[in-house]
C-alpha cells in the first residue's frame, strides 16, 4: 500500500521556538494533505487541509499565523508551529490523498506515523 | 456538524473471544465510513473502508458493517488475539470537501 512518512518522529523544544515537520508520500503523488493533530485520550482533530501549490484552507479555531502550511510539491507537505509554547504540545499526524477519476469516496486516505511534540 | 460516537472507550477481553466495537455518527449523509487501528505513539492503520452504498466489508478477522440510515456501525472481530490491542477509531467522509470525523476511539486489551 502507499506510504506516508513524518520527519522528525519526535521532537522536544524550548518555549517559543519554531518547529518544522515534514510530511511526504513516499510511493505516490498526493494531491491533497492533512494534518492532525491528537491528544492523549482524544480524537483527531482537522487542522488544515492543503492542495499542492494553494494556500491550505484551516480548520475554525486553528490559528493560520501560527500554524504554518505548505505544500510545496505533489509528494511533500510541511507544517511549522511557530513561537510554539506548551499547550501546543501534541500528536501531530498527517495524511495524504489521492484523486482518481474525480471520486474521493473511493480513495482511502493514507496516514503518517505522527510526530509527537513537546514543549518545554 | 458531523459527530462520532464510540462507546465504551476501553474494552478488555479474555483472548479467544469474539467482539463489537459500536460506532454512531450524527449526520446519515456520509461517503464513506472507516475503521482505523492505532497503536500506542503510532500513526493509523487502515483496516476497513465501507461505501455508502454498501452494507458490509471484510478483511480476515474482520467484518465492518454500516446502517447508514440509523447512523451506525459495527467491527466486528473474530477469535481475538493479544496482537489485536490497540485503540480502534471509526471515521466518516461527508461533506463537501470530503473531511473525516473521527471517533476517540475504542482501547482494546486482548488478554492471553
Known amino acids: 500500500g502507499a506510504v506516508v512518512s513524518q520527519h522528525p518522529s519526535w521532537v522536544i523544544c524550548k518555549s517559543g521556538t519554531s518547529v518544522k515537520i515534514e510530511c511526504r508520500s513516499l510511493?505516490?503523488?498526493?494531491?491533497?494533505m492533512f494534518w492532525y493533530r491528537q491528544f492523549p485520550k482524544q480524537s483527531l482533530m482537522l487542522m488544515a487541509t492543503s492542495n499542492e501549490g494553494s494556500k491550505a484552507t484551516y480548520e475554525q479555531g486553528v490559528e493560520k499565523d501560527k500554524f504554518l502550511i505548505n505544500h510545496a510539491s505533489l509528494t511533500l507537505s510541511t507544517l511549522t508551529v511557530t513561537s510554539a509554547h506548551p499547550e501546543d504540545s501534541s500528536f501531530y499526524i498527517c495524511?495524504?490523498?489521492?484523486?482518481?477519476?474525480?471520486?474521493?469516496?473511493?480513495?482511502?486516505?493514507?496516514f503518517g506515523p505522527g510526530t509527537r511534540l513537546l514543549v518545554l | 456538524k458531523q459527530e462520532v460516537t464510540q462507546i465504551p472507550a476501553a474494552l478488555s477481553v479474555p483472548e479467544g473471544e469474539n467482539l463489537v466495537l459500536n460506532c454512531s455518527f450524527t449526520d446519515s449523509a456520509i461517503y464513506n465510513l472507516q475503521w482505523f487501528r492505532q497503536d500506542p505513539g503510532k500513526g493509523l492503520t487502515s483496516l476497513l473502508l465501507?461505501?455508502?452504498?454498501?452494507r458490509e466489508q471484510t478483511s480476515g478477522r474482520l467484518n465492518a458493517s454500516l446502517d447508514k440510515s440509523s447512523g451506525r456501525s459495527t467491527l466486528y472481530i473474530a477469535a481475538s488475539q493479544p496482537g489485536d490491542s490497540a485503540t480502534y477509531l471509526c471515521a466518516v467522509m461527508t461533506g463537501a470537501n470530503s473531511k473525516l470525523t473521527f471517533g476517540k476511539g475504542i482501547t482494546l486489551s486482548v488478554r492471553p
Open positions: 510511493d505516490f503523488q498526493a494531491t491533497t
Open positions: 495524511s495524504a490523498r489521492v484523486l482518481a477519476g474525480g471520486r474521493w469516496a473511493q480513495e482511502t486516505q493514507y
Open positions: 465501507i461505501q455508502s452504498s454498501q
